[in-house]
Structures are given as structure tokens and as C-alpha cells.
């Protein structure tokens, strides 16, 4: 809340359109995309676990939409379908390998960050593919409510369904209770492998439409689509709170991280600051947002152990 109270402070003194209309809707539009991936990202950080290739996924489920397309043999909407399809599957391989095997998400997700995206270089190549219906441009480039454009619509539904499921719902308090102790919640009869493999299938999903959109946004799609976008996504969630151990975390919090990564970037962007040290940036609210947490939860350690020792009988 600090953090985002002195961004908009700051925002205001930058420029003085800072707080009309336009500007806000800007704010979202340029990642309309990242932030539908964070909803799922924070019930797969509670939950214990990290998935870095969501990125990677957003471009390799818009390459295979493109690539159907491309041959012309099937309507958009099928290609559509396979490139969610493709995302599904990605998170549903990756989930079975981490809960089959018993492996790292953070290793297995990181061979899935090189691995999806390599794929999505290989399917398209050097080429941009587009040619798009104008129906399809239209989801990604025009407003659906109001001033709303459709990716931003999803994201305040997704961001409202998943309040509730996380923080109201059954499956919610069995996030909570893995992220906290796997080996408890198995022997409280949770089925912990199950609800693992699920979170990473529709990461796989979300990831997968947000590409789409993504795609329909640009107007073409290229093997790079959607690069680095992890970075963006994973910081949003632990700037909310979220701990990077699992356990602990809100959707309220989350939504706070949002606007302010958010305003960070429109306020670097009125800087006229560059791409690359916005992100250079971001890299450091992503080191202060794990960094921070365990350094409060040592000295509060240490100063317990303090007390305790000062109560202590001689």
C-alpha cells in the first residue's frame, strides 16, 4: 500500500493527465494479458509451487492457433480451440511430471520456460503470422464495456470468481492447507497430487487464452510473442503478499500488486524511462518482494528468541 501511494505521487508530479480516464484504461491495456495469468499464478504460488513458463505457453498456444489458421483447412474458432488446446496440454505435462515424479515445479517449469518457447520458434520460424479475421482483431483491439477491452473484462470476472474460490471456497482452504504442509493435507485426506495437477492444468489454460488475446491485440503472431512476461506476473503476485514458500497470500493483496507494478511502468513510461531498465526495475521489486518478507519474519524470530530467553528462570 506504501509502495503504491508514493508511485502515485509520483505519477501525479510526472504528469498532470495522470488521474483522467484515459490514462487508467492505459494503465491495464498494456497488460491486459499478464494480469489474467496472475489470478492463476497466485493459487499456484500458495499452493507451494511456481510455474515459470506461462510466458513461454502464452506464445506457444498463439503459434499453434496461428499455424492451424495459416493451412486455411479449418474456421478461426477451431484454430482458437487448438491453441488452448495446446495450452491445456502444456500444463497438464508439466503437472504430471512435478506430482508423478515428485520433481521441483521450479526445475521442471523452467525446462517448460525454454522448452514451450523453443517450440513456438520452431512451428513459426522467423515468420509473423497474421491475416486475422477482423472479428478476431476486434477482441483484442476494441472495448467490450464501456471503455473495458475484452482481456480486461475477463480479468476483473477471473479476479472476482477467483476471490471466491480461494478465499470463500472449498478448493481455496485446500490450496492453503498444501502450501502450508503437503504432508498434512495428505494425511487430512486431501488429495494433494490431484488438486496439483489441476492448478498447473489450467495455468496451462489461462496462459493459453492470454496469448490468444495477446495475439488478437498485435494483430500477428511471432515466436517471440509474450517474451519475459514471467517476470511482470511472478512479481505482481509476491509484491501482494503471496509467500514464495506457499501457505499464505490474498487475491486482495494480489489486485493492490497489480495497480502498482502497473503504475510503476505508466510512470517510467511518462519518464520517458527505457523498456529495458523498466524491467531492470521490476527485476528489483521482485528481489525486494521475497527478500523483505523473510528478513521481517528472521528479526521477529530473533526478537522472540530474545524475550524468551529474558523470561527465562536463572
Known amino acids: 500500500m506504501v509502495v503504491l501511494a508514493i508511485t502515485i505521487v509520483i505519477n ?5 493527465f495522470y488521474f483522467g480516464v484515459d490514462n487508467f484504461i492505459n494503465l491495464f491495456w498494456l497488460s491486459n494479458e499478464k494480469i489474467i495469468v496472475v ?14 513458463s506461462v510466458a513461454s505457453v502464452m506464445g506457444f498456444s498463439a503459434a499453434v492457433m496461428a499455424t492451424v489458421h495459416q493451412t486455411g483447412s479449418f474456421p478461426l474458432v477451431v484454430a482458437i480451440l487448438a491453441g488452448l488446446g495446446a495450452g491445456a496440454i502444456a ?5 504430471w511430471v512435478i506430482t508423478r515424479f515428485a520433481l521441483p515445479s521450479l526445475v521442471v517449469t523452467l525446462a517448460g520456460l525454454i522448452g514451450f518457447r523453443g517450440a ?11 491475416d486475422f479475421p477482423a472479428w ?24 472476482a470468481l477467483a476471490w471466491i474460490t480461494l478465499e470463500r471456497g472449498a478448493f ?27 492448478l498447473f492444468v489450467t495455468s496451462g489454460l489461462v496462459a493459453g487464452l492470454a496469448g490468444i488475446l495477446f495475439a488478437a491485440r498485435l494483430g500477428s503472431v511471432r515466436g517471440s510473442l509474450a517474451e519475459f512476461f514471467e ?16 501457505g499464505s497470500g490474498t487475491m ?10 502497473l503504475n510503476i511502468r505508466n510512470g517510467l513510461g511518462l519518464a520517458n524511462v527505457d523498456g529495458i531498465i523498466q524491467t531492470g526495475v521490476i527485476g528489483v521489486l521482485l528481489i525486494a518482494s521475497v527478500l523483505l518478507p523473510n528478513l521481517a519474519r528472521r528479526l521477529g524470530q530473533v526478537s522472540a528468541r530474545r524475550r524468551a530467553t529474558a523470561q527465562a528462570p536463572p
Open 91 to 95: 500444463g497438464l505435462l508439466q503437472g
Open 120 to 130: 513456438a520458434r520452431v512451428i513459426l520460424e522467423d515468420e509473423s503470422v497474421g
Open 136 to 159: 478476431f482483431d476486434a477482441m483484442g483491439q476494441q472495448t467490450l464495456l464501456g471503455p473495458l477491452p475484452v482481456a480486461l473484462v475477463i480479468f476483473f470476472v477471473g479476479l
Open 39 to 52: 489470478v492463476i499464478m497466485t493459487f499456484v504460488i500458495i499452493s507451494g509451487e511456481i510455474d515459470l
Open 12 to 16: 501525479v508530479l510526472l504528469s498532470p
Open 252 to 261: 486482495f493483496g494480489v489486485a493492490l500488486a497489480v495497480f502498482t507494478v
Open 172 to 198: 481455496g482452504r485446500k490450496v492453503y492447507v498444501i502450501g502450508n504442509n503437503a504432508d498434512v493435507a495428505r494425511f487430512s485426506g486431501v488429495a494433494v497430487d490431484s488438486v496439483k495437477l489441476r
Open 231 to 246: 517476470l511482470d506476473i511472478i512479481t505482481m503476485v509476491l509484491l501482494g503478499g503471496v509467500s514464495i514458500f506457499g
